[in-house]
């Protein structure tokens, strides 16, 4: 039970980065609100909209449980919505004379920490609204996604 759960962690932890890659601009006038608009857009191709949660479509899921996801998922938009919304952007780094590499690298590093907390914390969420044969059957999801994604059958 704890592998499948450090599994599960793990597989959704190395998505996390590159789902928030994208996303971690500093010039939020561009991709600042929208990448994270929280309401209709979120869930529009389907309950679980990207961000390496493809897996959760593959279990039978009751209707109680799609919706308890839909408010973890909203909740965790919320959280990056502010984080991005508290952030300086780019020219926060800069004067006239240099660029404050240290600011730049200790700012990026805590946001990508809480990030990961933020990711973490939802999945912890979901994992304890499933059943134990879900649980089980996210086990043998997630091998076979990683199987295919390293070409190993």
């Known amino acids: 039970m704890r592998k499948g759960l450090f599994i599960l962690i793990t597989a959704s932890l190395l998505s996390v980065s590159g789902a928030f ?3 971690q601009t500093d010039d939020l006038s561009r991709h600042g609100k929208h990448a994270f608009k ?5 869930c529009e191709n389907g309950f679980i909209g990207g961000h390496g949660d493809k897996f959760l479509e593959k279990l039978d899921l009751s209707l109680e449980q799609k ?7 909203k909740e965790m938009f919320l959280k990056i919505e502010a984080i991005f919304e508290n ?7 800069f004067d006239k004379n240099s660029f404050n590499k240290e600011a730049f690298l200790n700012d990026k ?15 912890d969420k ?28």
């Open 67 to 73: 919706e308890q996801i839909k408010l973890l998922q």
């Open 38 to 42: 929280v309401g209709e857009t979120i």
């Open 126 to 153: 979901i994992y304890n609204i499933l059943t134990d044969i879900q649980k089980e059957e996210i086990y043998e999801i997630l091998g076979k996604i990683e199987n295919r994604k390293w070409g190993k059958h």
């Open 21 to 23: 890659a994208k996303h």
């Open 87 to 93: 952030t300086g952007g780019l020219k926060t780094y």
């Open 109 to 123: 590093k805590e946001i990508n920490d809480t990030l990961v907390d933020i990711r973490a914390d939802y999945l």
